[in-house]
């Protein structure tokens, strides 16, 4: 006669179902896992994800008009001593588009070029930057020597290009990846008040990871909003306004994720009305 042996499972225990890193179960469980390697590799997925976003707005936005300006550089020209040799006639503007725009002024007086997103201009002893949230000059070096020319700059855009881009674009989501870890650690603090008012269990290792994993999310979604002001779907500021809003919703998950934490296992209490335990009962009946 065959017997068929059930294995025993208590009445309270469920299947754990695989829940999406994107919930605030999600992280939770991930955060309670003793390694930090499933975090941090979820965090560098989105960095390359990120990456992958800035290669398309650099490659969309930014290098036909960097190729269109170059193509409009004189044959002669360089900066040398700090200074821009300069011989055409300023203010000039090189290109402008959405997304882009260069011009020279040695003066920096004009207004020239700064209808884009992005603005570069030129100057007589530097370079200013210009965008949507003002913008900020670079000197030009005194111990260097650039051409500033069509047959110089030409050739060598045309054999770096990609590799420039690629590098950029990587060098954006290694920065994400570095400021997620870094503010991790300031973030972790927050977790632990939360998770010890929830009355949950977790560590300082675990408060890093649920910081690291809150700030996931909000990645991913500026990584979507920066692929859709690559394709001319949202303007630049509402682009960084979207920007803005995904880091703020880390704050969301660091406030409630804590409390889909297990719970801390509670040691068993005893009956507060019961009779205490009699000290001489052992040795009574050892001395009989």
Not at 4 to 18: F, I, Y
Not at 86 to 96: A, F
Not at 146 to 166: I, S, Y
Not at 202 to 216: E, F, H, M
Request: proline content about 8%.
């Amino acid at each position: 006669m065959n017997t068929a042996v059930a294995r025993e499972h208590p009445a309270n225990s469920q299947p754990r179902l695989w829940s999406p890193p994107w919930t605030f179960l999600g992280i939770a469980r991930r955060a309670q896992r003793p390694r930090s390697v499933v975090v941090f590799a979820w965090a560098v997925g989105v960095a390359f994800t990120i990456a992958a976003a800035a290669l398309c707005l650099f490659g969309w936005g930014w290098a036909p008009a960097l190729d269109a300006a170059i193509a409009k550089l004189p044959d002669s020209g360089q900066i040398r001593r700090g200074q821009l040799e300069w011989r055409e006639p300023t203010p000039q503007t090189l290109v402008e588009t959405r997304f882009f725009s260069v011009a020279i002024d040695l003066a920096n007086q004009s207004r020239s070029g700064q209808a884009s997103d992005i603005g570069l201009k030129f100057g007589g002893e530097g370079i200013r930057f210009y965008s949507l949230l003002g913008f900020f000059a670079v000197p030009y070096p005194t111990g260097y020597v650039f051409d500033f020319n069509r047959p110089a700059v030409q050739p060598w855009w045309g054999a770096w290009k990609q590799t420039l881009l690629v590098g950029a674009s990587l060098l954006v989501g290694m920065f994400f990846l570095g400021v997620w870890c870094a503010v991790a650690v300031v973030y972790a603090a927050p977790v632990r008040f939360v998770s010890w008012i929830a009355r949950r269990e977790l560590d300082w290792r675990g408060c890093w990871r649920l910081a690291l994993a809150a700030q996931l999310p909000g990645g991913f979604l500026f990584a979507v909003m920066a692929g859709l002001y690559a394709a001319q779907q949202l303007t630049f500021l509402a682009f960084l306004v979207a920007g803005g809003l995904t880091f703020g919703l880390a704050w969301v998950y660091l406030l409630i994720a804590p409390f889909r934490l297990e719970r801390k296992p509670q040691s068993p209490r005893g009956n507060p009305f019961a009779a205490p335990p009699n000290p001489f009962a052992q040795s009574g009946e050892r001395l009989s």
